[in-house]
């Protein structure tokens, strides 16, 4: 398996030159992952920069790899944003790490009036927190270039804004139009909205669809919140071109 890890303050470098990996996750490549001196692996800045090469030096909390290779990624066209209802247990962040692993480019936890968790006080730092580790562990998984933002905890009315520039989908299993054949308007973002264990009231969706959002099904069975967001993004990268 590819080694590829995440040094967010690496600019610009050349072939040839020296990239340096410290602290914690140096010491997790020379450690846990066993990279040893010759090793071909991948480092990027996770946001578009991917360079490539053999390693020099990997003792401690240091390792030291030799450019063999730049390559800067483009941002995406079209930004895919998941919208992600606070769920119990570990649903929601079960759907953050599987979104970021399929192309996601923006995550964000939404406070939905039905939400069985709720974030407030010294909660809505530990879930951001929590929601950015995951995303930032999916990247390197996934060896993607760009890593998602992770943004504030949004309400329903910051949705409903939002849905005045943005192609906005709301998940809902008893909608009438397919989110395969719905229109994506030539949007520069497409956001998928997905509620929680309950689902998104109805209130909810006459706010949003009164802002121009659009109720979309994916099929006739009824997903998970872990599950509906990834497979919408699954759906629309294929329908973006992306994959």
């Not at 490549?29 to 578009?48: C, D, H, K, P, W």
Request: overall charge neutral.
């Amino acid at each position: 398996m590819a080694h590829f890890y995440l040094v967010e303050e690496l600019g610009h470098t050349e072939v040839g030159s020296d990239v340096v990996v410290a602290g914690p996750e140096a010491r997790h490549a020379v450690t846990v992952s066993r990279v040893r001196v010759s090793e071909i692996l991948r480092i990027g800045n996770g946001r578009g920069l991917v360079v490539g090469g053999a390693v020099r030096e990997a003792t401690g909390d240091r390792l030291v790899l030799t450019v063999q290779s730049v390559v800067e990624h483009p941002a995406p066209v079209t930004r895919l944003v998941l919208v992600q209802a606070l769920a119990k247990g570990d649903r929601d962040e079960a759907a953050v790490q599987a979104a970021t692993e399929l192309g996601v480019d923006e995550v964000v936890p939404w406070a939905a009036s039905r939400s069985i968790s709720k974030w407030e006080g010294p909660k809505v730092a530990k879930g951001l927190a929590r929601w950015s580790a995951i995303v930032r562990e999916a990247t390197k998984q996934s060896i993607r270039p760009w890593t998602p933002g992770v943004s504030k905890v949004a309400s329903t009315s910051d949705l409903v804004s939002r849905a005045g520039s943005s192609r906005v989908l709301i998940l809902e299993p008893t909608a009438t139009r397919s989110l395969a054949e719905v229109d994506l308007g030539g949007a520069n973002e497409v956001v998928v909205v997905v509620g929680p264990e309950g689902g998104v009231t109805p209130q909810e969706i006459s706010a949003l669809e009164a802002a121009g959002a659009v109720a979309v099904r994916l099929g006739d069975s009824v997903l998970r919140t872990s599950t509906a967001g990834p497979a919408a993004l699954a759906v629309l990268s294929v329908r973006l071109g992306r994959w």
